[in-house]
């Protein structure tokens, strides 16, 4: 069975971050091996939680998972508390990635135009140094123009669907240009509200050029569905699937576990329902067709 480490923080409530990473890699076969980077008793969108950062434990992580000579096919980063935490993550690193290792960063810094709280240039120094040698890479679009320099309220001030799309397919392609490997970008959950029928897109851009995937808009928020479509990509990019097709793929997956939280009018703090669509994943993202993948 393939591993992959996944370096992220577990929130007891949220259905966000290890708690989506787990049992998606576990429905597309793949065994999580979690790397936590803190410890809080829900995702910060609830009015009250505690949480203990576990940064000094990383190192521990690394040294116990080096004495023990275990392997990875894939690295999964998701939300770093500062750019201490990078550093971590570039020794382990050094220690665990081979050229056949799967690098995956979902740089995890702000939304809408807007930095989160616990935003720094170092730690935005960080998260360039970390993207630019990632196999994949999946930023929204303020984290994608902070990684590409790009002036973030660009990201939320387009007043027609097209212009933005084409915005997001050119900063995609600049982080491409950027990257030091060949490099996968999704810039994830592009909110077109504008449209008649809005909708919400994914671009990927590929070796293949730029794609777009898109999906019914719900304009509500919910919490760990960007967790959840890179734990996706990751688990199909190890079972043979090209980026285009596992980002089409996550895109229904979503569809249907917000689509079935609306149905229930969920909390948006207490993320999706996603856990009856794992069957999708086993079903697609483990039977996955070699022939049907996307082509150069």
């Known amino acids: 069975m393939k591993k992959a480490a996944v370096i992220n923080d577990l929130s007891g409530f949220g259905k966000c971050s290890l708690t989506a990473a787990i049992p998606v890699l576990s429905a597309l076969g793949v065994q999580c091996c979690p790397l936590a980077t803190a410890v809080l008793t829900g995702q910060t969108g609830y009015s009250y939680y505690h949480c203990t950062d576990l940064t000094s434990m990383m190192p521990a992580y690394t040294d116990a998972w080096s004495r023990n000579e275990v392997h990875f096919d894939a690295i999964y980063s998701g ?3 500062g750019h201490t935490q990078i550093d971590y993550l570039l020794d382990f690193l050094s220690h ?23 935003f720094s240039p170092e730690l935005l120094d960080g998260m360039k140094e970390l993207s ?12 994608a123009c902070l990684l590409a320099d790009i002036d973030i309220t660009k990201a939320a001030n387009y007043s027609d669907s097209a212009s933005m799309l084409a915005f997001a397919g050119e900063t995609a392609s600049r982080l491409r240009a950027l990257a030091f490997v060949d490099q996968d970008v999704v810039i994830t959950g592009i909110k077109c ?3 008649a029928a809005p909708f919400i897109c994914n671009i990927t851009a590929t070796a293949n050029g730029v794609h777009e995937s898109r999906s019914p808009f719900f304009d509500r928020s919910f919490s760990g569905t960007g967790d959840l479509l890179a734990s996706v990509l990751c688990g199909c990019r190890l079972n043979g699937m090209c980026t285009e ?27 999706v329902n996603f856990e009856k669509y794992l069957i ?7 039977n996955y067709n070699r ?3 996307c082509t150069q």
Do not use: K
């Not at 081979?98 to 930095?115: A, C, E, Q, R, S």
């Not at 630019?132 to 984290?143: G, K, S």
């Open 79 to 81: 939300f770093m508390t």
């Open 96 to 118: 665990f990635r081979t050229t056949n290792t799967l690098l995956l960063v979902d740089p995890i810094m702000g939304d809408d135009g807007h930095v989160y709280g616990f």
């Open 132 to 143: 630019r040698d990632a196999n994949l890479i999946t930023p929204n679009l303020t984290e």
């Open 193 to 195: 509200r504008n449209d």
């Open 245 to 271: 097709d596992a980002v089409n793929l996550a895109g229904r997956f979503l569809y249907h576990s917000i689509a079935d939280t609306m149905q229930e009018n969920g909390a948006g703090n207490a993320g």
């Open 280 to 286: 999708e994943l086993i079903m697609e993202g483990t």
């Open 291 to 293: 022939e049907s993948s």
